[in-house]
Nanobody
Framework: QVQSVESGGGSVQAGGSLRLSCAASGYIFSIYCMGWFRQGPGKEREEVAIIGRDGSTRYGDSVKGRFTISRDNAKNTLYLQMNSLKAEDTAMYYC???????????????????WGQGTQVTVSS
């Protein structure tokens, strides 16, 4: 059974930090490009950060320099270290895999699957 389980969310004050984790099971984690996405109240789901099979990374403009995506293939786990959090980072955060299995990571959210239930991040100003 394919499963992605996010954890690590919570409520923090602006300027604080959180580390999200995504535990993957039921699929060969190491061969997939993985990503973190978020959806705030009344907003569309947006890409936050992507990491390729080779460890290459890509970030959304709003999180560059503050967030760091990483992966541990031995543990089938994806991480998102979030520093200098802002109120506008408040959202449900999801992890997902680029199911196309191409050499490069997609920039299209619809190409991602194996979505988890998400973990809520709330930042108070």
């Amino acid at each position: 059974q394919v499963q992605s389980v996010e954890s690590g969310g919570g409520s923090v004050q602006a300027g604080g930090s959180l580390r999200l984790s995504c535990a993957a099971s039921g699929y060969i984690f190491s061969i997939y490009c993985m990503g973190w996405f978020r959806q705030g109240p009344g907003k569309e789901r947006e890409e936050v950060a992507i990491i390729g099979r080779d460890g290459s990374t890509r970030y959304g403009d709003s999180v560059k320099g503050r967030f760091t995506i990483s992966r541990d293939n031995a543990k089938n786990t994806l991480y998102l270290q979030m520093n200098s959090l802002k109120a506008e980072d408040t959202a449900m955060y999801y992890c997902a895999a680029d199911t196309r299995l191409r050499p490069y990571c997609s920039g299209v959210t619809a190409d991602f699957g194996f979505w988890g239930q998400g973990t809520q991040v709330t930042v108070s100003s």
